[in-house]
């Protein structure tokens, strides 16, 4: 295999979108159009990636900071799609090899259609190699002209199509392999004599016609897979075609979705098999879930990772959390950041945590916020229990050993340790640590007043 560049232009405004930010900084099924593309180029192992940027490029450039490896060049202005490659002379102009085109605002590409591009194109030794398709609609696309042998001549774009031109449905994708050496000098000779004045990249097809170098094409069979992003139509639309295709993925390999179409699920996301998901769950960024899961209807777990058999009922959101074999959350609950429920435990309704560590088989069933806190095994925590982290300027730690019971309605005011089998008395404010095996009870020692309503009631009598 030769050196392979990637290209992707992403210099264009995006007109048709209507919008403040670039064509493709606009998100479909949870990435931006950029990322989507980036994600299916990073799978061919390619020498190097270069972004054509123009419109906006220092907030594209930005999106994109956490990917290693990638070369920025300005296009500006942007002169036509020849033009936009022509911008990466300096880059690769001196390198052997092969250059795959692609463009920013095309997300359901795929991979190993890549693939077959480019095996084709280095096994027929081609100059240039154009993914084309059959399109049922071919309105606005540039079209394929062939000669009375097949051989490709030129591609006509749709505004300078004559009608018999207009009438051909295959269409070229915008997407091609193009070797490298006679590519940059071919580029410099385009010109501008067409509809819109701008520098087609397509009439190299014509050029390296009559130069006689070899012009392959591979006739794609999904013109799906090829569509560009143009509106806000076709953002949801594709958009959905992309949530589409990863429900079918999980669904194929073993996961139950009980209302797919209401399943949210992006593609980064794992599911192992025999999980079950209701209806309206969202699963989104870097999130693992492990087998014989049960999601109920309603919760979002977003980067997060769950163990097997795992259950989350009914409208709960983890965020960046881990939920380990066994347990189970909701209805209702909150599992902010840094959260980590371990094997067996139970997080039961309207319970809130962050940054914190609920050790294997604790509980805590109902209304308690537990933030900033270290809870080992076997831990009861009641109904009520609020750990008071945060002091108004600083948050501080809360530590409760194995097998503490912490009775409902307590608040732990931290820092504070509850030493190991400690148990705490309902309704107290804990403020010092609590000894190992001890009980604590922090709260006002209870007086009965007998006939107390009976004297009340005469006091106010008399007043009348
Ligand atoms: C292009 C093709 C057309 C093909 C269609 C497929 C040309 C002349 N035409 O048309 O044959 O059927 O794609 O979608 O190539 N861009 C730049 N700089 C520029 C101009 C464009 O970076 O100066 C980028 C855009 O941001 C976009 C891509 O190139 O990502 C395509 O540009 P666009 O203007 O949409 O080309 P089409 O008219 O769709
Ligand atoms: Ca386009």
Redesign the pocket.
Known sequence: MTDLHVVI????K?TRMKSGRP?VLHELAGSTLIDHVLDTAAALGAKSTVL?V?HEAELVRQSLSARPGLDFVI?SP????G??LLQTAALLESKPGTVLLL???VPLLQSNTLVRLLEQHTNQRAAATILTVEAPDPD???RIVRDHSGAVVR?V?DRDASVAERAIHE????IYALDLPPLFDALRSLATDNAQG?Y???DLVALYHHQQLTIDTLCFENPEELR?VNTRVDLAELGRALLDRKRRSLMLGGVTLEDPSTTYVEAGVLVGEDTIIGPGVRLTGRTSIGARCRIHAGSRITSSTLGDDVTVLDHCVVVESAVEAHASIGPFAHLRPGSDVGAQARVGNFVELKKTRLGPRSKANHLAYLGDATIGADVNIGAGVITCNYDGVQKHHTLIDDGVFIGSDSQLIAPVTIGKEAYVGAGSSITENVPPGGLAVARARQTNKEGWAASRRRAHQKKD
Request: no cysteine; charged share 10%; glycine share 24%.
């Open positions: 232009l992403a210099a264009g995006g064509k054509v123009g296009q942007q002169l036509g799609t033009h936009a463009y920013a605002d606005g696309y540039g591609i774009e269409i070229n994708s915008g701008e087609y990249l397509t560009g």
